[in-house]
Every structure is written in C-alpha cells, then in structure tokens.
C-alpha cells in the first residue's frame, strides 16, 4: 500500500500544478499575453497530464492488471490493456 500512497501522492501533487498552470493560462488570455506565450505554457499543461496519464498506467498495470491475470482473468486484463493503449494513441 505504501507504493500505492506514494503514487497518489505525486499524482496529486502533479494535478495541483496542473490546476495552478491553468489558472496562470486563464489570467494570460485575459490579460491579452502574447500567443505563442501562451502556446508554450498549453504545451507544458499537455506534457504534464501526460506524465498524469503515465503513473496511473503504471499503477494500473503493475497493480490492477498483474491481480487479474494472477486470479486468472485474463480477458479483461488484456480488453484493460488493450482499451489504456487505444486511449493513449488518441
């Protein structure tokens, strides 16, 4: 479980810089900043809920899926895996 805390916390700590690189978005449009300005910072929002998206992969894959196929549920460990990867692809 102790992983599984560690996990959540940096999940949770990325999201918060994520909601406070959101807001600094919103307060450049309003202000008018200069567009490619505000283009880097959308691309560094982008690239960080990807890193999001990447340690909840990681849990889930290395837990989560790793218990259904040791219980035996190989189907729906490879419909998951193969659902995660056509998400990503998106």
Not at 35 to 62: F, M, P, Y
Not at 68 to 86: C, P, R
Request: hydrophobic content about 30%; charged content about 30%; aromatic content about 2%.
């Amino acid at each position: 479980m102790k992983h599984s805390e560690n996990n959540n916390q940096k999940i949770t700590r990325r999201l918060k810089i994520l909601e406070g690189q959101i807001r600094g978005l919103q307060e450049m449009v309003e202000k008018g900043v200069y567009c490619i300005d505000v283009i880097t910072q959308t691309s560094a929002v982008k690239q960080g809920l990807s890193n999001v998206e990447d340690l909840l992969l990681e849990r889930h894959l290395s837990g989560c899926i790793l218990d259904q196929i040791k219980s035996g549920q190989t189907k729906k460990a490879k419909e998951e895996i193969l659902k995660v990867y056509k998400l990503k692809r998106k």
